[in-house]
């Protein structure tokens, strides 16, 4: 059965400084693998997908991703954060194509002016 | 206008009382999900349709029913509401086929049940 985990419910940096959400998934098959942020009040938005082409995913205001096997994981990483990049971050992994998804608890990142 | 749309965007209703929360989509796809989001659980899947007549329960779909009356309109039932029903509720679309793998969410609807 695939699972997401994602450590550290709540992560804060300060502005400019580096983004590391980390995200780990079980899958029997190879997974494809999402990022989606939520901005308070608002849906899911996708940042980013992996779909077993390039291992480093770029997505959309400069994040990107990288997918290693060995490690199961699937961390979204930012050089600069910015004031507007509050928001919750979800993980999701699926096992067939995008069908249907399991999410990751959500980590919120806080950024400090 | 946005594509997918949730209605009420809140409601606070009783225990025992019957709730709709209905999704409508201008996007034309086929695929249409609900989630519940609770906070420290992320998202978690209630029913999905692959079409008018595909009706799929999710990984917890017990208190609940759907309604897919057109391909754009999909709506979750609360027969009969209960307090552990509160939170946000959202709504997801997606085109058929494995060409496309990603889900596009309407607003949410905030559920609060007293």
């Known amino acids: 059965a695939q699972s997401v985990t994602q450590l550290g419910s709540h992560v804060s940096v300060s502005e400019g400084a580096l983004v590391l959400l980390r995200c780990n998934y079980s899958?029997?098959?190879?997974?494809?693998l999402f990022w989606y942020v939520q901005y308070p009040n608002q849906g899911l938005q996708l940042l980013l997908k992996?779909?077993?082409?390039?291992?480093l995913v770029k997505g959309i205001n400069g994040f990107e991703a990288e997918f290693k096997k060995s490690e199961t994981s699937f961390h979204l990483t930012k050089p600069s954060a910015h004031m507007s990049d509050a928001a919750e971050y979800f993980c999701?992994?699926?096992?067939?194509?995008?069908?249907?998804?399991?999410f990751g608890p959500g980590t919120r990142l806080s950024v400090l002016p | 206008d946005a594509d997918v749309t949730q209605t009420p965007r809140n409601r606070i209703t009783k225990t025992g009382k019957r709730i709709m929360l209905e999704c409508s989509q201008t996007?034309?796809?086929?695929?249409m999900y609900w989630y519940r989001q609770d906070p420290g659980l992320g998202l978690r899947l209630i029913y999905y349709?692959?079409?008018?007549?595909?009706?799929n329960k999710g990984e917890i779909s017990d208190g609940y029913s759907v309604s897919r009356q057109a391909q754009a309109k999909f709506s979750l039932s609360l027969e009969s509401a209960i307090p552990n029903q509160t939170a946000l509720y959202f709504c997801?679309?997606?085109?058929?086929?494995?060409?496309?793998?990603?889900?596009?969410f309407g607003p949410g609807t905030r559920l609060t049940v007293l």
């Open positions: 999701a992994v699926s096992e067939d194509y995008g069908q249907n998804f399991v």
């Open positions: 899958s029997s098959v190879p997974p494809y």
């Open positions: 992996y779909t077993s082409a390039a291992t």
């Open positions: 997801a679309t997606r085109t058929g086929g494995e060409s496309s793998d990603t889900q596009y």
């Open positions: 349709s692959f079409d008018v007549k595909d009706i």
């Open positions: 996007k034309g796809h086929d695929r």
